[in-house]
């Protein structure tokens, strides 16, 4: 039971309690980046995912017969690795998502994200920690980079543009809002401004439910 609960938590606690970018603050080069648009952010969302996965679940299988002494470069050349596998298939079957992304996909492999849930993480536990931690923490980037994306997009252009990644054909276009769009949300500097306000609520939330908690257990104690 234990370890089923201490399993779940590995999944569930970079989602929410210690998600990558709104908690920790890490990897946050991408999220100013490619968030301009939400075609973008979730691309990037699905690679980093990707390279979570395979770079964790290899780390966790090598962790025992890795030197001390060398690891962090090993673990470098892994994450690299697996960033170029990534790129290739992007580049081979999704072809607009790659040249909307270009070389923003090649800075995965600095990505704080990445090499910290691998040290972290995946060099200290078994393998299907290390894969529900992985997918936990991709899943988690993966929400954040898409809800600003989709914000900043809808709110800094007025409106949406969702694009099939394999064939580049438009699937839906609409932009009711033009005339009305805070165009400043869609330039660069929009992202920090959208970054801090989604932060911001995410923090208070979050207290606001520990709060809670905290009390429910307090009221159960001296019941």
Request: hydrophobic share 50%.
């Amino acid at each position: 039971m234990e370890k089923k609960q201490s399993l779940l938590k590995s999944f569930t606690n970079p989602i929410f309690k210690e998600n990558p970018i709104l908690v920790s603050l890490l990897g946050l080069c991408p999220v100013l980046i490619v968030t301009d648009t939400f075609d973008k952010s979730w691309g990037m969302g699905i690679a980093v995912l990707l390279v979570l996965i395979f770079t964790n679940v290899c780390i966790s299988l090598i962790r025992k017969i890795v030197p001390n002494e060398v690891r962090i470069p090993v673990f470098i050349v892994i994450i690299a690795c697996f960033v170029t596998i990534v790129d290739l298939l992007m580049q081979a079957f999704t072809p607009t998502l790659y040249e909307s992304l270009g070389v923003i996909i090649s800075m995965i492999t600095v990505n704080c994200i990445i090499l910290g849930r691998g040290e972290a993480f995946a060099s200290k536990n078994g393998v299907l920690a290390s894969l529900l931690d992985a997918l936990g923490s991709g899943i988690g980037f993966f929400l954040s980079v898409s809800v600003i994306g989709l914000l900043r997009e809808f709110l800094g252009k007025g409106g949406l543009t969702l694009t099939n990644p394999f064939t580049g054909q438009v699937i839906f276009s609409a932009y009711p809002l033009e005339d009305y769009a805070i165009s400043f949300l869609a330039d660069k500097a929009g992202a920090f401004l959208m970054l801090g306000i989604i932060v911001g609520i995410y923090s208070y939330v979050r207290i606001r439910i520990e709060e809670k908690e905290t009390k429910k257990l307090a009221t159960a104690e001296v019941k």
